[in-house]
């Protein structure tokens, strides 16, 4: 199985800061159309996940540009150019390359 | 709009088994696969499966291959997972999701979540 690390676990942000979350895969993530299969949610506290970042760079519908997603093979990251309340929960990535897909350990933003 | 509605909390002994529905909604029900992901306590999101609901083929993560069954009714648009065997360790929250309009199966709608308590 590929095996997704996060890190930080714990991200504290003062608002209108920016945040970076990385992710690491045990295996490259680069499919062969050239889209690396590696995708970005966050989870408000007592919600289902929502897509922000899908293929490592793409935003999703209706994702705020300060939302950024980069990277490829086996190294990625998340970046938030300005945080604000609304992002408090947790981001997970998840690889979807090969089954069984595998997410991350989560990284818990809040705020300071 | 697309909308993925799952049965509501269980409570079940250890052995015992649970089934969780997941109703679909807004999309064609047979196009698209549909794949459940667990969250126990303090753990990360785990996929455990996708079933491809035109024809029933299912794919398990290895995981639970012996446990778990998806099934479908297409007249309901509705889809199953039944787990089996049921022990303290599958306390968690269980979803239902698909990969509708991205590519590089991302999934981007979701249940609402399905608590499912294992406890004697």
């Known amino acids: 199985d590929i095996v997704m690390t996060q890190s930080p676990v714990s991200l504290p942000v003062t608002p209108g800061e920016p945040a970076s979350i990385s992710c690491r895969s045990s295996?490259?993530?680069?499919?062969?159309?050239?889209?690396?299969?590696l995708h970005w949610y966050l989870q408000k506290p007592g919600r289902s996940p929502q897509l922000l970042i899908h293929?490592?760079?793409i935003r999703a519908s209706g994702v705020p540009d300060r939302f950024s997603g980069s990277g490829s093979g086996t190294d990625f990251t998340l970046r938030i150019s300005r945080v604000v309340a609304e992002d408090v929960g947790v981001y997970h990535c998840?690889?979807?390359?090969?089954?069984?897909?595998?997410f991350g350990q989560g990284t818990r933003l809040e705020i300071k | 709009q697309v909308q993925l509605v799952q049965s509501g909390a269980e409570m079940k002994k250890p052995g015992a088994s649970v089934q969780v529905s997941c109703k679909a909604s807004?999309?064609?029900?047979?196009?698209?696969?549909l794949h459940w992901v667990r969250q126990a306590p303090g753990q990360r999101l785990e996929w455990m499966g996708a079933?491809?609901?035109?024809?029933?083929?299912?794919k398990y993560s290895q995981k639970f291959q012996d446990r778990v069954t998806f099934t479908r009714d297409t007249s309901a648009n509705t889809v199953f997972m039944e787990l089996r065997s049921l022990r303290s360790e599958d306390t968690a929250v269980y979803f239902c999701t698909n990969p509708l309009s991205f590519g590089g199966n991302a999934f981007d709608y979701w249940g609402q979540g399905t608590q499912v308590t294992v406890s004697s």
């Open positions: 807004g999309y064609t029900f047979t196009s698209h696969s």
């Open positions: 998840m690889q979807a390359l090969q089954t069984p897909y595998t």
């Open positions: 295996q490259s993530l680069l499919h062969g159309n050239g889209y690396n299969y």
């Open positions: 293929l490592g760079s």
């Open positions: 079933i491809n609901p035109g024809n029933g083929n299912s």
